[in-house]
Protein backbone atom coordinates (compact mmCIF):
# COMPACT_ATOMS: atom_id res chain seq x y z
CA UNK A 1 0.00 0.00 0.00
CA UNK A 2 1.50 3.15 -1.14
CA UNK A 3 1.17 6.80 0.60
CA UNK A 4 -0.46 9.78 -0.93
CA UNK A 5 2.74 11.95 -1.97
CA UNK A 6 2.51 15.02 -0.55
CA UNK A 7 3.25 18.43 -2.04
CA UNK A 8 3.33 21.86 0.34
CA UNK A 9 1.11 23.94 -1.27
CA UNK A 10 -2.29 25.83 -0.98
CA UNK A 11 -4.75 23.92 -2.91
CA UNK A 12 -7.45 26.02 -4.08
CA UNK A 13 -10.29 24.07 -3.69
CA UNK A 14 -10.75 20.36 -2.96
CA UNK A 15 -12.19 18.37 -5.83
CA UNK A 16 -15.52 16.90 -5.03
CA UNK A 17 -16.26 13.30 -6.96
CA UNK A 18 -18.95 13.16 -9.14
CA UNK A 19 -21.37 10.62 -9.38
CA UNK A 20 -20.67 9.82 -13.09
CA UNK A 21 -16.67 10.04 -12.13
CA UNK A 22 -14.95 5.88 -12.87
CA UNK A 23 -13.48 4.77 -9.59
CA UNK A 24 -10.04 5.01 -10.33
CA UNK A 25 -7.01 5.04 -7.84
CA UNK A 26 -3.52 5.73 -8.07
CA UNK A 27 -0.95 8.45 -7.97
CA UNK A 28 -3.23 9.99 -10.49
CA UNK A 29 -6.73 8.63 -9.65
CA UNK A 30 -9.69 10.26 -9.66
CA UNK A 31 -10.47 9.24 -6.37
CA UNK A 32 -7.34 10.11 -4.67
CA UNK A 33 -7.56 13.66 -5.69
CA UNK A 34 -9.39 15.33 -3.46
CA UNK A 35 -7.01 13.03 -0.77
CA UNK A 36 -4.05 14.55 -2.50
CA UNK A 37 -5.22 18.19 -1.87
CA UNK A 38 -6.32 17.64 1.34
CA UNK A 39 -2.57 16.01 1.88
CA UNK A 40 -1.12 19.27 -0.05
CA UNK A 41 -2.69 21.65 2.72
CA UNK A 42 -1.90 20.21 5.61
CA UNK A 43 2.24 20.02 4.37
CA UNK A 44 1.33 23.97 3.38
CA UNK A 45 -0.30 24.59 6.75
CA UNK A 46 2.83 22.37 9.11
CA UNK A 47 5.27 24.26 7.25
CA UNK A 48 3.93 27.59 8.02
CA UNK A 49 3.32 26.44 11.61
CA UNK A 50 7.13 25.32 11.69
CA UNK A 51 8.56 28.44 10.15
CA UNK A 52 6.26 30.30 13.11
CA UNK A 53 7.40 28.42 15.53
CA UNK A 54 10.89 29.16 14.78
CA UNK A 55 10.49 32.51 14.71
CA UNK A 56 8.83 32.62 18.17
CA UNK A 57 11.88 30.65 19.47
CA UNK A 58 14.13 33.17 17.96
CA UNK A 59 12.02 35.76 19.15
CA UNK A 60 12.11 34.41 23.07
CA UNK A 61 16.49 34.41 23.01
CA UNK A 62 16.68 30.86 24.97
CA UNK A 63 13.77 32.28 27.24
CA UNK A 64 10.91 30.30 28.56
CA UNK A 65 8.23 32.81 26.50
CA UNK A 66 7.85 35.68 25.03
CA UNK A 67 6.82 37.60 28.36
CA UNK A 68 10.23 36.54 30.21
CA UNK A 69 11.53 37.76 27.03
CA UNK A 70 10.30 40.87 27.97
CA UNK A 71 11.20 41.15 31.19
CA UNK A 72 14.77 40.14 30.63
CA UNK A 73 15.15 43.22 28.58
CA UNK A 74 13.18 45.13 30.06
CA UNK A 75 15.81 44.67 32.95
CA UNK A 76 18.59 45.26 30.27
CA UNK A 77 17.85 48.56 29.49
CA UNK A 78 17.39 52.01 31.41
CA UNK A 79 16.36 55.71 30.37
CA UNK A 80 16.16 58.54 31.73
CA UNK A 81 16.56 62.85 30.65
CA UNK A 82 19.90 64.65 31.31
CA UNK A 83 21.43 67.87 30.00
CA UNK A 84 24.87 68.52 28.53
CA UNK A 85 27.91 70.25 30.27
CA UNK A 86 29.62 71.11 27.88
CA UNK A 87 33.20 70.58 27.69
CA UNK A 88 33.09 69.79 31.37
CA UNK A 89 31.03 66.63 30.76
CA UNK A 90 28.25 65.04 32.38
CA UNK A 91 28.00 61.77 34.65
CA UNK A 92 25.46 59.89 34.85
CA UNK A 93 25.30 56.72 37.63
CA UNK A 94 24.02 53.54 37.41
CA UNK A 95 24.42 50.16 38.94
CA UNK A 96 25.72 47.88 36.64
CA UNK A 97 29.36 47.37 37.91
CA UNK A 98 30.94 46.87 34.22
CA UNK A 99 31.63 48.33 31.32
CA UNK A 100 29.90 46.06 28.50
CA UNK A 101 26.91 48.44 27.85
CA UNK A 102 26.17 50.56 25.22
CA UNK A 103 25.58 54.22 25.77
CA UNK A 104 22.35 56.01 23.02
CA UNK A 105 22.24 59.84 23.41
CA UNK A 106 19.84 62.10 21.65
CA UNK A 107 19.17 65.63 22.13
CA UNK A 108 15.58 66.89 23.53
CA UNK A 109 16.04 70.33 22.13
CA UNK A 110 17.31 72.60 19.03
CA UNK A 111 21.24 72.22 19.65
CA UNK A 112 21.27 75.93 17.86
CA UNK A 113 24.40 73.75 15.80
CA UNK A 114 26.90 74.73 19.22
CA UNK A 115 26.67 70.87 20.35
CA UNK A 116 29.92 69.66 18.50
CA UNK A 117 31.26 65.89 18.53
CA UNK A 118 29.56 64.01 21.42
CA UNK A 119 31.86 61.54 23.64
CA UNK A 120 31.06 58.87 26.10
CA UNK A 121 33.63 57.50 28.52
CA UNK A 122 32.35 54.54 30.03
CA UNK A 123 32.92 53.36 33.69
CA UNK A 124 31.53 50.71 35.72
CA UNK A 125 29.04 52.66 37.83
CA UNK A 126 28.48 55.88 35.25
CA UNK A 127 29.17 57.04 32.20
CA UNK A 128 30.10 60.71 30.82
CA UNK A 129 28.81 62.39 28.35
CA UNK A 130 30.86 64.81 26.58
CA UNK A 131 30.40 67.57 23.89
CA UNK A 132 33.18 69.76 22.11
CA UNK A 133 30.04 72.31 21.80
CA UNK A 134 29.17 74.69 24.73
CA UNK A 135 25.56 73.63 24.11
CA UNK A 136 24.32 72.73 27.81
CA UNK A 137 21.15 71.77 26.74
CA UNK A 138 19.02 68.41 27.33
CA UNK A 139 19.50 64.99 26.17
CA UNK A 140 17.82 61.24 26.67
CA UNK A 141 19.95 58.75 27.09
CA UNK A 142 19.27 55.02 26.85
CA UNK A 143 21.70 52.39 28.31
CA UNK A 144 21.66 48.82 26.86
CA UNK A 145 22.83 45.98 28.55
Known amino acids: MANVVENPTWEAGIYEIAETDPVM ?3 DGVDNAPHKQLANRTAYLKQQQDSVKAEIAAARGGQANLAARLALLETQTSQADSTFNGTAGRTVSHALGHTN ?16 DVRIARASNAFTVYNTGGFTGAFRYQIIT
Open 25 to 27: GGP
Open 101 to 116: YIVNIVTLEDTQGDLG
